[in-house]
């Protein structure tokens, strides 16, 4: 990775399903310390969006950069390489799994990466405890859904991400929790240095970003961020 | 009415319509699709059984003679013995019509000629080394399937030569369809063993059918309890939601309905023989409950739905509190019977006699009943701790999977359960066999050279003189005549006669004393072999020995020996040949250690090994249904975090603790169990013996499912991740 190299740049992204073209000619740009909210109608390809920038699926044409690296061309390995390295991702629902503790769940993509234990243990633990969330001794079965989801950002920045992307992160919850994550997850790139892409349905979660970016016939289109309020 | 007509028609669309697209969808169509086609097989099998022991008793009875009356005027002269085929008896009937209009036994077109016979097809496409062309005279006919209890029985009708017509006795009957005593595989199959076989098709098919159809209604059902929490908490009444779940699980019930349908038609067009226990069900039989049969997809397809639709863990619409595992009451019910039946199980075996031999089955079937749950508490007990120390080892996939077994225990006792069932048949097939074995006699040792190479033949008064059975006599056999010489005054059996021409005598090791004279040969002196086949009818006693012809010696029956020196393998088809035909038309050939009817036990016997391997095949699918399942749950909550961290080795190394290590510790603990168990019925000249080959054998099956599963839910868990996407939209 370059040094100051740009969390996420996507240059002249196309994307179709079929006969379906979701995203033509995408520009998007995420800088360090800069959250970037896309909200669009249901369908309009902001999952797609995610996937892409996950690798998880191929562009048909455009350049899709990670801190510098071109994800299009590279080998399934060496994205997953990439995406372990620089990526963090908040699901919806969080995806933990409920039988294991906080801790357990949080360390668990550094454990899988191959981090010795004690370490990752180490820093588990200081982020829950940062982010408010019981730590250890109940399961995460047990957690209330903002727990829950903040335990998910928790997991999500482990591991030191340059990017950070979150999947309608307060979809599930109350008004109460919603703010409280909300409140977390737009600290984050301010306090890490990390680049935050959220898609959300939530008008008020995405004021809170420093753009809003609309997704429209595959196109995204500027709106007022935090800062036109 | 048209309003609930029209909600009942939406409900079955929208679950057809879930179904098609849920999670595991093909899974569970799979699932579904078998486990009714097993239940159709398995109450068909139910209605099989009763048809044929039905359609057995109707032909027995049709066959039986009706006896002349005193003062009426006989039409056939009939008489009917018990011949021996590799230790099964079968029945062979004389005849000789008397009139013009003597009525032909059923399945008979014409009456055999003097000197020729009418064989069942069993006996006709025999061995040709048995002979049974010729042995009771020359085959004229085949018997048909109206006058066989079932297809494959053994039956010979054999009419006398004109020589032969008086070599022993019969009766005069006036016609055939007598109620009362039947005869032939009607006598060996008694009508309590009727019960017997439903019973045991109870416990080895349709136990294992009901663990089966239970695992695939719960298969991938996740989807469906998901749904039905949600309509209900929309307002939907029981009503609505079993409509939707018959909706959802129609399609592949009524398709396994029409397949196990299709199983079952060939046994109502032809006979069809049931492979290993050489039985052939009458097809005559099955149309004849083909009303009943014709229930049993109905009644599989009403049963799979309602289990669809009754089985249901309660849910509650959002609730974010992990359940604890199976229901506690059974649990704890079943944790506190298992070691009762336990030791009921030890205390009844111990015992001995046929009440505590009921007791110990009935105990059995409780320990492996319960002996899940026992597992399913015991891991759930274990599974904290593994954690604990997966934790401290940084081991991920032993700590994802040991918080998983603690948090779903039932899970795991529904795996288990059916590795423990199975091992449970199978092992207790394997002891009951052997206790059968062990008292009926094995009969491969019928088979081997050694047994073969001396017969006892025995013929009533009417015999004939023995110089032709002699002349016709294999060559290279041996014969001596053997008498008994009455009661001593102790009151015990005198010495037996034996008498032959010198070179007879010194074939069996005897001494030939001089013209007139006899010698007396101890018990303990005799030919080992003479010894065994004799000692029915003569006990241990001495042999008084004495040169002369082999003739009839006791004033009823005749008895003669027929050997060959030095274990040479003696031709028993062709001794039965010639005794038939030169000595006695019901003469008794008993080959040494063949002929005692407790062989006909070891053969039926073969039903349990039979019936037991159906329902392990039936209780393995329903293993893998289960298991496929658990793996549905499981690689849907690893998916996200593979997708992620691209550690595709974590799903091999989690299904190895969640799912290979289970079922492997749940094989080596239902083997314990088994040799446990065992332990109660082994031992003694008449016990049962625990096979250390099966033990081996079922041990490495265990460890083969358990790899299996392990890899399976490995890689599917692998590519389901790779199909994970984020889901926003």
């Known amino acids: ?229 | 009415m048209i309003a609930s007509r029209s909600l009942l028609w939406h409900m079955l669309r929208t679950g057809r319509a879930a179904s098609r697209h849920g999670e595991g969808g093909r899974g569970r169509f799979l699932a579904l699709l078998t486990a009714t086609a097993v239940m159709v097989v398995a109450g068909a099998s139910l209605v099989m059984a009763m048809a044929t022991f039905d359609g057995r008793e109707a032909r027995g009875e049709a066959r039986n003679p009706v006896m002349a009356a005193k003062g009426e005027q006989p039409k056939v002269l009939w008489s009917r013995y018990w011949e021996n085929y590799q230790g099964r008896q079968f029945s062979v009937v004389v005849v000789e019509p008397l009139t013009d209009d003597a009525p032909l036994p059923p399945g008979l077109h014409r009456w055999p000629g003097p000197g020729e016979s009418a064989l069942s097809p069993a006996l006709a496409d025999g061995p040709r080394s048995e002979d049974f062309r010729h042995r009771y005279g020359k085959m004229a006919e085949r018997i048909g399937d109206a006058g066989l209890a079932t297809p494959g029985e053994r039956l010979a009708y054999t009419r006398p030569s004109k020589t032969m017509l008086d070599s022993s006795y019969l009766d005069g009957i006036v016609g055939f369809g007598s109620p009362g005593p039947t005869f032939g595989d009607l006598r060996l199959i008694e009508p309590e063993q009727q019960q017997q076989l439903l019973m045991l098709l109870a416990a080895l098919v349709l136990l294992p059918t009901a663990a089966l159809a239970v695992a695939a209604a719960r298969m991938g059902a996740q989807g469906q309890d998901h749904r039905t929490a949600l309509l209900r908490a929309l307002g939907a009444d029981r009503a609505a939601l079993a409509w939707m779940n018959i909706g959802a699980a129609g399609v592949p019930v009524v398709l396994g309905a029409a397949v196990g349908l299709v199983a079952v038609v060939p046994f109502l067009v032809w006979n069809v023989r049931l492979p290993w226990i050489d039985f052939t069900l009458a097809a005559t039989d099955l149309r004849q409950a083909a009303g009943a049969l014709a229930v049993a997809p109905i009644a599989a397809l009403v049963v799979m739905l309602a289990l669809v639709v009754l089985i249901h863990p309660r849910q509650e619409l959002g609730s974010t509190r992990v359940r604890a595992g199976i229901g506690g009451r059974v649990r704890r019910l079943a944790l506190s019977a298992c070691p009762v039946f336990a030791i009921l199980a030890l205390v009844m075996g111990s015992l001995g006699g046929s009440g505590s031999a009921f007791g110990y089955l009935v105990a059995v079937i409780g320990v492996w009943a319960t002996v899940p749950s026992v597992i399913g508490w015991g891991v759930s007990r274990l599974a904290p701790r593994m954690a604990t120390s997966a934790r401290k080892r940084g081991n991920t996939a032993g700590l994802i999977a040991s918080r998983t077994l603690a948090a779903h225990p039932g899970v795991i006792v529904r795996l288990v359960a059916a590795l423990v069932i199975a091992i449970g048949i199978i092992g207790q097939t394997q002891l009951i066999s052997s206790l059968l074995s062990t008292r009926g006699g094995n009969p491969a040792v019928l088979r081997s050279g050694k047994t073969q190479s001396m017969a006892l033949v025995q013929a009533a008064d009417r015999a004939r003189p023995s110089q032709q059975f002699r002349a016709a006599l294999p060559e290279g056999a041996r014969m001596v005549a053997l008498g008994h010489s009455g009661q001593e005054l102790n009151g015990g059996d005198g010495p037996r006669i034996i008498q032959a021409p010198c070179a007879d005598l010194r074939a069996l090791s005897l001494p030939c004393p001089r013209a007139g004279e006899q010698t007396a040969v101890p018990f303990g002196d005799l030919d080992r072999r003479l010894k065994t086949a004799t000692y029915t009818y003569f006990g241990n006693t001495a042999a008084t020995v004495r040169v002369g012809e082999p003739t009839k010696l006791d004033r009823e029956d005749a008895w003669y020996v027929v050997f060959t020196p030095s274990d040479q393998p003696l031709d028993i088809p062709a001794v039965k040949t010639a005794a038939r035909q030169a000595l006695s038309t019901d003469a008794n050939i008993k080959p040494m250690l063949e002929g005692s009817e407790s062989f006909t036990l070891a053969y039926q016997s073969r039903w349990l090994p039979f019936l037991g391997a159906a329902g392990t095949i039936v209780l393995a699918l329903a293993m893998v249904f289960a298991a496929f399942s658990e793996y549905l749950r499981f690689a849907r909550s690893l998916a996200p975090l593979a997708a992620l961290t691209g550690n595709s080795g974590m799903f091999r190394a989690t299904a190895a603790w969640a799912l290979g290590a289970p079922v492997a510790v749940a094989g080596a603990l239902g083997l314990a169990v088994y040799a446990v168990l065992g332990q109660a019925v082994t031992g003694g000249p008449y016990g049962a013996s625990l096979s250390g080959e099966l033990c081996l054998v079922l041990l490495l099956i265990a460890a083969a499912a358990a790899a299996a599963i392990t890899w399976l839910a490995g890689r599917e868990a692998e590519r389901s991740s790779h199909r994970w996407k984020p889901r926003a939209d």
């Not at chain 1, 909200?39 to 899709?64: D, E, F, N, R, T």
């Not at chain 1, 060496?78 to 390295?85: A, E, M």
């Not at chain 1, 600290?187 to 008020?204: E, S």
């Open chain 1, 1 to 229: 990775m370059e040094p100051d190299a740009i969390p996420l740049s996507i240059r002249g992204l196309d994307y179709q399903i079929a006969d379906r073209k979701l995203l033509s000619g995408l520009d998007l740009t995420v800088h360090t310390g800069e959250s970037v909210a896309v909200m669009g109608p249901s369908g309009s390809g902001k999952s797609s969006l995610l996937s892409l920038a996950l690798g998880l699926i191929k562009p048909q044409a455009g350049q899709l950069r990670v801190c510098g690296t071109d994800l299009v061309g590279l080998s399934p390995a060496q994205v997953t390489r990439l995406r372990r390295q620089h990526i963090g991702m908040v699901f919806q629902f969080g995806e933990l799994l409920p039988e294991l503790m906080p801790i357990e769940n949080v360390a668990l993509p550094a454990l899988l990466s191959g981090k010795r234990k004690e370490p990752s243990y180490q820093q588990a633990r200081r982020l829950l405890e940062e982010l408010g969330v019981p730590v250890d001794g109940v399961a995460t079965a047990e957690l209330s859904g903002g727990e829950r989801q903040r335990a998910a950002v928790a997991r999500a920045l482990m591991e030191s991400p340059s990017l950070l992307l979150a999947d309608e992160p307060t979809g599930a919850l109350d008004e109460d929790s919603r703010n409280h994550v909300a409140d977390v997850l737009f600290a984050t790139p301010g306090q890490r240095g990390c680049g935050l892409l959220v898609v959300t349905h939530d008008r008020a979660v995405a004021a809170r970003a420093d753009r809003v970016l609309y997704l429209q016939h595959g196109h995204l289109v500027e709106s007022a961020g935090k800062d036109g309020r």
